[in-house]
């Protein structure tokens, strides 16, 4: 039986994606713009003509919602191959714990979309295979490529206009670093999926967020080709904390944030201050993650430490998701 496997990097929003205008095909009212995570990926196997369908993730068996995301994908990829896939076995493994406080889903339904396509026999197309990821969780269509993306919200209704391309490569701006701090590892009350929903109905301030979010994508871009890392900074803390003010505007309000988050993020302005260039996103849970450059990591973690972190993850820019050969024993 043949196996195909294909290994993807978590990412980053610096213009954060929050609200679907369709639920079920995965389609955003905004684009938005992220940065892929090295050393962090998921490796996902594909083994088509398997005696039964399973799927592992991490570990355990998928079950519920979870494995009928991945299924609808394999089933997707077998009608634009015009035959059905069959039964499949799909083994999903990230190198990185889930305390990290970064979801896994985008780095797994990217490697799982390349390595159905791959193993179903269609070409290697970025934008059909981030299309495709798309479909199992919005994010991970920017996990296809490396360096920094932008998911294009697309207008129409099929959703063919809606995935991700790149904007730069993980080369342009090898220094940047991306610290993620664990200030809590508790499961959040309100997924993301449900949160955003919830915003999407009961937030008065949500067209306010959607008109400004897509005016930030181009902005964020301009900061990122000039390397200009207080503009990026700026631009991604703002951004953040008006996800953030528009999820608390629902009602009933969602609040991600924690006492440890502000604790981390009330040090940055004094950080700055002191001529440490560090600023903060923060996604749908209590976790920042901080931006800085190369030569201020050490005392960045620190910082971050001082002020509660129980732990922090240190990323640089990723490269594509990719296949990745077939053990020979
Ligand atoms: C983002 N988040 O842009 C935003 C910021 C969370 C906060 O994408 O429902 O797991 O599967 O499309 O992709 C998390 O949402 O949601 C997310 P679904 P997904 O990274």
């Known amino acids: 039986m043949k196996s195909t496997k294909a290994r993807a990097h978590p990412n980053i929003a610096l213009v954060k994606y929050w609200g679907k205008r369709d639920s079920e095909r995965i389609l955003p009212y905004q684009s938005n713009f992220s940065l892929t995570l090295a050393p962090l990926e998921v490796t996902t196997t594909v083994e088509l003509g398997a005696g039964a369908t399973s799927v592992e993730l991490n570990g355990k068996e998928a079950v519920g919602q979870e494995r009928a995301r991945v299924v609808a994908l394999v089933e997707a990829v077998g009608r634009e191959a015009g035959r059905a896939l069959g039964p499949v076995r799909v083994v999903s493994r990230g190198n990185f714990p889930m305390a990290a406080g970064l979801a896994s889903s985008a780095a797994g339904f990217a490697a799982l979309a390349r390595a159905t396509r791959a193993a179903a026999g269609l070409p290697d197309d970025v934008r059909a295979t981030s299309r495709l990821a798309r479909t199992g969780s919005g994010s991970a269509s920017r996990s296809v490529q490396g360096g920094f993306c932008t998911w294009h919200r697309g207008s129409r209704p099929?959703?063919?206009?809606?995935?991700?391309?790149?904007?730069?490569?993980?080369?342009?701006?090898?220094?940047?670093?991306?610290?993620?701090?664990?200030?809590?590892?508790?499961?959040?009350?309100?997924?993301?999926?449900?949160?955003?929903?919830s915003t999407v109905e009961t937030s008065p301030y949500y067209p306010a967020w959607v008109k400004d979010a897509e005016a930030e994508v181009p902005r964020a871009r301009e900061a990122v080709r000039k390397r200009d890392l207080a503009s990026l900074g700026a631009l991604a803390e703002r951004n953040a904390w008006r996800m953030h003010a528009t999820a608390l505007a629902a009602d009933p309000p969602l609040c991600y944030l924690r006492p440890a988050t502000l604790a981390v993020l009330l040090e940055l302005p004094r950080a700055r201050a002191k001529g440490c260039p560090v600023f903060f996103t923060l996604d749908a849970g209590p976790n920042p993650v901080l931006l800085t450059t190369l030569e201020h990591v050490a005392r960045v973690e620190a910082l971050a430490r001082e002020a509660g972190a129980s732990d922090v993850v240190r990323c640089a820019p990723g490269g594509d998701a990719c296949l990745l050969p077939e053990p020979l024993f």
């Open 158 to 197: 099929d959703g063919e206009d809606s995935f991700a391309t790149q904007d730069f490569t993980e080369a342009h701006w090898p220094e940047l670093r991306l610290l993620a701090c664990v200030v809590s590892s508790l499961v959040k009350d309100v997924s993301s999926r449900d949160g955003m929903q």
